[in-house]
């Protein structure tokens, strides 16, 4: 009979062990997400904070441009390097441009795209792309050259919408990722135009 309760007594903590882990990996699942958009809403809505910083150029360390091609965008606090490749699993390491669209050298249409949330690194480079604002500057590092770009339209489209990675006339940036943040029903796009070379 003792060794019927001891036993009882085990599984109960057994059970209760695995309660427990079961509650934090659901909570894990549930507010990793959302936990980075609480942190941009607490450095964002402090008063310091005003609308001309989002528009100050990001210069690389020392001002040498790097030499890897990469993506950098102020307003997001994003520099992330641009990775090239045939596959659409490239873009499970961070900023893919897209092997069929242009680049910054050649104008027309660059094409970039980033995952918005992933539960793997990187998490999600293009998760807060739904914050810029036109006017927002952008910047490519591509083979030794910088590019600025600024943000003009945003919008949101059909996963299905091949439109946005269509050539153009003039020389611009296009960013797409999912959404809304855990859904892939819309791709959310960001046109910038590219600003005219000195």
Same mark, same amino acid.
């Given at each position: 009979?003792?060794? !019927?309760?001891?036993?009882?007594?085990?599984?109960?903590?057994?059970? *209760?062990?695995?309660?427990?882990?079961?509650?934090?990996?659901?909570?894990?699942?549930?507010?990793? #997400?959302?936990?980075?958009?609480?942190?941009?809403?607490?450095?964002?809505?402090?008063?310091?904070?005003?609308?001309?910083?989002?528009?100050?150029?990001?210069? +690389?360390?020392?001002?040498?441009?790097?030499?890897?091609?990469?993506?950098?965008? %102020?307003?997001?606090?994003? *520099?992330?390097?641009?990775?090239?490749?045939?596959? =659409?699993?490239?873009?499970?390491?961070?900023?893919?441009?897209?092997?069929?669209?242009?680049? +910054?050298?050649?104008? !027309?249409? &660059?094409?970039?795209?980033?995952?918005?949330?992933?539960? /793997?690194?990187?998490?999600? =480079?293009?998760?807060?792309? *739904?914050?810029?604002?036109?006017?927002?500057?952008? &910047?490519?590092?591509?083979?030794?050259?910088?590019?600025?770009?600024? /943000?003009?339209?945003?919008?949101?489209?059909? %996963?299905? *919408? !091949?439109?946005?990675?269509? #050539? /153009?006339?003039?020389?611009?940036?296009?960013?797409?990722?999912? &959404? #809304?943040?855990?859904?892939?029903? !819309?791709?959310?796009?960001?046109?910038?135009?590219?600003?005219?070379?000195?």
């Amino acid at each position: 009979m003792l060794a !019927s309760i001891q036993q009882n007594f085990n599984l109960r903590r057994i059970n *209760d062990a695995l309660s427990v882990a079961i509650v934090l990996v659901a909570l894990y699942i549930f507010l990793l #997400p959302v936990v980075p958009q609480f942190g941009w809403w607490l450095h964002h809505s402090a008063p310091l904070i005003s609308r001309s910083t989002r528009h100050q150029a990001q210069q +690389p360390a020392g001002g040498a441009i790097p030499q890897d091609n990469r993506l950098v965008i %102020p307003a997001l606090g994003l *520099d992330q390097p641009i990775y090239e490749g045939q596959s =659409v699993y490239t873009v499970n390491k961070g900023v893919w441009i897209r092997p069929n669209a242009s680049t +910054p050298d050649k104008g !027309s249409n &660059t094409v970039l795209v980033g995952h918005r949330f992933t539960y /793997t690194n990187p998490r999600g =480079v293009f998760y807060f792309l *739904d914050k810029l604002k036109p006017g927002d500057v952008l &910047t490519i590092y591509w083979h030794g050259q910088a590019y600025r770009y600024h /943000t003009q339209t945003i919008s949101v489209v059909a %996963p299905t *919408d !091949s439109s946005v990675e269509a #050539p /153009t006339t003039q020389s611009q940036l296009t960013l797409y990722t999912c &959404t #809304p943040l855990w859904s892939l029903k !819309s791709r959310l796009v960001i046109v910038a135009d590219r600003e005219a070379i000195r």
